[in-house]
């Protein structure tokens, strides 16, 4: 299966368990690999036969900097099933949600969480 990536796109949204988290916001990092047959695309350059990137990112912006949400789970959920009910070519979905300033106690980069969902016929 061809893949098609968008990496590192960056949003501010008000998902989290803490008061402060939905009060204030923060940032929000989003990978997405979607997983597709890109034949017909490659063979025909017409942009109608794979996932208009700009499509993809702007569904997701709204996702992310839209209502608000306690988990990322339930986030990176949502971006999976738009990308299923936006583009129909798309088999399987990978999406990765990472909060680089997560308000907890500690040293590291980021937590994130990852899930790979796929298209149920």
Same mark, same amino acid.
Do not use: W
């Given at each position: 299966?061809?893949?098609?990536?968008?990496?590192?796109?960056?949003?501010?949204?008000?998902?989290?368990?803490?008061? !402060?988290?939905?009060?204030?916001?923060? $940032?929000?990092? @989003?990978?997405?690999?979607? +997983?597709?047959?890109?034949? =017909?695309?490659? /063979?025909?350059?017409?942009?109608?036969?794979?996932?208009?990137?700009?499509?993809?990112?702007?569904?997701?912006? !709204?996702?992310?900097?839209?209502?608000? $949400?306690?988990? @990322?789970?339930?986030?990176? +959920?949502?971006?999976?099933? =738009?990308?299923? /009910?936006?583009?129909?070519?798309?088999?399987?979905?990978?999406?990765?949600?990472?909060?680089?300033?997560?308000?907890?106690?500690?040293?590291?980069?980021?937590?994130?969480?990852?899930?790979?969902?796929?298209?149920?016929?």
């Amino acid at each position: 299966m061809d893949k098609i990536y968008l990496n590192g796109m960056k949003f501010y949204g008000y998902h989290g368990v803490f008061p !402060e988290e939905n009060k204030l916001g923060q $940032r929000f990092y @989003v990978d997405l690999t979607l +997983e597709a047959d890109l034949s =017909k695309a490659s /063979q025909s350059d017409d942009l109608n036969s794979t996932v208009n990137y700009a499509d993809a990112y702007n569904a997701i912006k !709204e996702i992310v900097e839209g209502t608000p $949400r306690k988990l @990322v789970e339930t986030v990176s +959920e949502e971006i999976a099933g =738009k990308m299923f /009910q936006q583009f129909e070519i798309v088999r399987a979905c990978t999406v990765k949600v990472i909060k680089p300033d997560p308000p907890i106690d500690g040293h590291y980069d980021s937590v994130a969480i990852e899930m790979k969902r796929e298209r149920n016929e």
